[in-house]
């Protein structure tokens, strides 16, 4: 079965600089990827969603890429801000279903 | 814009007891979702849930698991006796599916929190 791992050692940047977290994966690479962002007690929040054929998706001050080589994902968000201090969620579908998994996560602090 | 409701949010039972917990998925959503997460440990995914039948589940989901659609708007997922280790935030989450987009992403509600003493 598919594996994601993300950094689990929290993400320490200050107001404005960018931040960059790294989703990798080991079995198949999927159609797509996903990230979403968790708050603590609350449900995760889709952000984006890279397509396998894509190289890079841009939403507001994020930015997704996408390697299929490396097996990798790159999630960025340029301009931080402290409202950004979350914990930001990896996702894959797992072949033949509809069975998303996740990563652990990257938990942000963004500091003023 | 529409929402995943879950009941209720907090829930404390003694070991042994039955629990039943609630979610309204959105009103348009056809795939349904149950996840789990321990305090401090990752979402994991119990069941998902499409056309009145289960599509897939993880191996948490075991006997003492069930999940059901009783209505057009309800979607439940009951343990039938709980354990210590049962503890957990429980997330349930809809999608549309593949048609709308050509991915499969989740909305989830803000979760139920269950303690098993």
């Known amino acids: 079965s598919q594996k994601i791992e993300q950094n689990s050692e929290a993400l320490n940047i200050q107001e404005g600089k960018t931040a960059t977290l790294t989703c990798n994966y080991t079995?198949?690479?999927?159609?797509?990827l996903q990230w979403y962002r968790q708050d603590p007690g609350r449900g995760p929040v889709f952000l984006l969603l890279?397509?396998?054929?894509?190289k890079e998706k841009r939403k507001e001050r994020l930015k997704v890429t996408f390697d299929t080589t490396l097996k990798q994902s790159l999630f960025h968000i340029t301009a931080s801000q402290p409202a950004d201090s979350a914990t930001y969620l990896c996702?894959?579908?797992?072949?033949?279903?509809?069975?998303?998994?996740f990563g652990a996560g990257t938990r942000l602090f963004v500091k003023a | 814009e529409p929402e995943v409701t879950q009941t209720p949010s907090h829930q404390v039972t003694q070991m042994g007891q039955e629990v039943i917990l609630r979610c309204v998925p959105i009103?348009?959503?056809?795939?349904f979702y149950w996840y789990r997460q321990i305090l401090g440990q990752k979402v994991e995914f119990l069941v998902s849930?499409?056309?009145?039948?289960?599509?897939?589940k993880s191996e948490i989901f075991d006997d003492q698991f069930s999940v059901e659609r009783p209505d057009g708007s309800n979607f439940t997922l009951k343990i039938r006796s709980t354990k210590l280790e049962d503890s957990a935030m429980y997330f349930c989450?809809?999608?549309?599916?593949?048609?709308?987009?050509?991915?499969?992403?989740?909305?989830f509600g803000a979760g139920s929190r269950l303690t098993v003493l």
């Open positions: 009103s348009n959503h056809l795939y």
């Open positions: 890279i397509r396998e054929n894509e």
């Open positions: 849930f499409y056309n009145n039948e289960i599509s897939e």
């Open positions: 989450a809809s999608s549309p599916g593949l048609a709308s987009s050509g991915a499969n992403v989740l909305t």
């Open positions: 079995n198949y690479s999927p159609a797509y």
């Open positions: 996702a894959l579908e797992e072949a033949g279903g509809f069975k998303t998994i």
